[in-house]
């Protein structure tokens, strides 16, 4: 029987968001489940939708012995301090040199993680456990969709595999392949060729949605293509929202083949470059979203708003009130906005009681220049504890901790606010407060994709709206300046340009 050391750190980095990730955030997980050590992640994470899960329950149905070493995952922000990284990787490692020889190695990462004093940090965790386990124990570890993948990563893991899907509705399925792979390298008496190909442009969020062309399309050609040429794929459309030099779409690959595998990999980057304009998304204006989904929504049929550039998904707080200020000037019938982050009036909210009407400042709580809190009379609707389980294909089984939540109406708008981050993707989260949400007119979600899964099966229609906020649905609208020369920065847009440096 082998022993696979199992463990995870995941945090997407928005380097342009305004806040950091510090250890507390890990330690408290929110819509995460929090930082777990040793055998206890079996137990805390079984039964969610999460890649760990699904690799422990791999390992444990193929006969093998798990020994649990650090997991912990924190919703996007900017830059994962020093200290976290530190102290969560050091332990992770420790555990690991303490469970002595181990016949592989199974990490849950996310790939697009850059720290205070990194730009790779997946591929400084990859380091770490390398250095521990030496270089015969395979090394495989699951990816996010949205990896920024590097050479560094590539070169240190044996095997990587990514998400399918966005909404993520495969992340414990993608934790079951990386499972397998890895048993499969432990058979094996030589290492799997591979290959990264990436990509020569960036595209948003919104666009990657694997709900939507060309995604769609572009995952079916992947498994086909994994099919005929004996490979294990994954294709990574990126997270655009940080500023490095390996920030990136990329299509990687792994096989007993190099040919085939160097094949494989470059008919599918192939096809995703040809897919170029069909990545292009079409944005609208907050009043001219409104008006429009004032007219075309309907109770049992609403139009879901996507408040993508304040996405928690993305780094954004969920904070940001420009969506929210445009439904309550246009007041339309059966609007609800949430989830909007707001601790001290979710407080204010419970220390008033059901009923009471008061004068709110909403919102706008990160301190963006020129934003300011939303301020105006609301009664307060309903309130709640934040503590339930989500229902939804994404999040299903994610026992949720938000802090005190509320329900604030203005005119036919109302509000639903919570106190710890977390983006819109499930419809537990309006329940939790009372609110069923297909009997909305107008839904008005923080999120980028993510929703699909649970709200787009309500939705006449959608729409994604360019609310401000600090994760632009534009790349080009961001101040990079460590990108890779030459890439495009949307969509047959234009390519960047590093900034002179003063001599």
């Known amino acids: ?25 890990f330690v408290q997980g929110g819509a995460w489940p929090p930082l777990t050590e040793g055998e206890a992640i079996a137990a805390r994470l079984g039964g969610a939708n999460i890649p760990a899960a699904g690799a422990l329950a791999a390992l444990h149905a193929a006969g093998q012995r798990t020994t649990g070493l650090v997991w912990a995952a924190a919703s996007p922000t900017a830059h994962v301090t020093e200290d976290a990284f530190e102290r969560i990787v050091g332990t992770l490692t420790q555990r690991l040199a303490q469970a002595g020889p181990v016949d592989g190695v199974y990490l849950d990462l ?43 990563m590539l070169s240190l893991a044996d095997g990587m595999v990514a998400y399918r ?36 442009f960036l595209t948003s969020l919104s666009a990657q949605s694997t709900w939507i062309e060309p995604g769609r399309r572009l995952y079916d050609l992947l498994a086909a293509i994994e099919r005929e040429e004996d490979t294990v794929l994954s294709f990574t459309p990126g997270f655009p929202l940080a500023d490095f030099p390996e920030c990136q779409m990329a299509v990687l690959g792994y096989g007993a083949d190099a040919a085939r595998v160097a094949r494989a990999v470059e008919r599918l980057a192939h096809a995703v470059a040809d897919a170029e304009p069909e990545f292009v998304v079409d944005l609208h204006a907050p009043d001219e979203a409104v008006a429009r989904a004032d007219a075309h929504g309907a109770v049992g049929a609403p139009v879901v708003l996507a408040d993508t ?12 009130t420009g969506l929210l ?32 009407e008061a004068r709110f400042h909403l919102g706008e709580t990160s301190g963006l220049p020129g934003h300011v809190p939303l301020a105006g009379e609301f009664e307060v609707q309903a309130l709640a504890d934040g503590n339930f389980t989500c229902t939804g294909p994404m999040f299903e089984g994610f026992a949720m901790t938000l802090g005190p939540m509320a329900v604030l ?45 649970d709200f787009a099966p309500l939705a006449r229609e959608i729409l994604i709206v360019a609310a401000p906020g600090p994760a632009p649905a534009d790349p080009a609208a961001l101040p990079f300046r460590r990108l890779r020369p030459g890439l495009r920065l949307r969509p047959l847009g234009p390519a960047f340009v590093p900034p002179r440096t003063e001599p």
């Open 325 to 356: 200020a445009a439904l309550i000037a246009a007041n339309p019938p059966g609007a609800v906005l949430g989830l909007l982050i707001d601790r001290a009036s979710a407080a204010q909210a419970h220390a008033l009681g059901v009923g009471r």
């Open 409 to 453: 109406a203005h005119g036919n708008v109302r509000v639903v606010l919570a106190s710890k981050k977390v983006q819109a993707a499930d419809q537990a989260m309006f329940r939790h407060v009372g609110i069923e949400p297909g009997r909305q007119r107008i839904l008005a979600l923080k999120s980028s994709a993510h929703f699909r899964a």
């Open 1 to 25: 029987m082998a022993v696979i050391a199992v463990g995870g750190f995941q945090h997407e980095t928005n380097t342009f968001a305004p806040s950091k990730a510090d250890y507390a955030t």
């Open 110 to 152: 996310h790939g697009a993680m850059v720290t205070e004093h990194l730009d790779d940090g997946d591929g400084e965790i990859l380091a770490r456990v390398r250095c521990v386990v030496g270089p015969r124990v395979p090394i495989v570890a699951s990816l996010d969709l949205h990896a920024n993948v590097t050479q560094r």
């Open 309 to 320: 550039q304040d996405n928690p998904g993305a780094g954004g707080n969920g904070d940001t």
């Open 165 to 200: 899907t966005y909404p993520h509705v495969d992340m414990k399925a993608t934790g079951e392949r990386a499972a397998h792979l890895l048993l499969a390298l432990r058979e094996r008496d030589t290492p799997l060729a591979h290959a990264l190909r990436p990509l020569d």
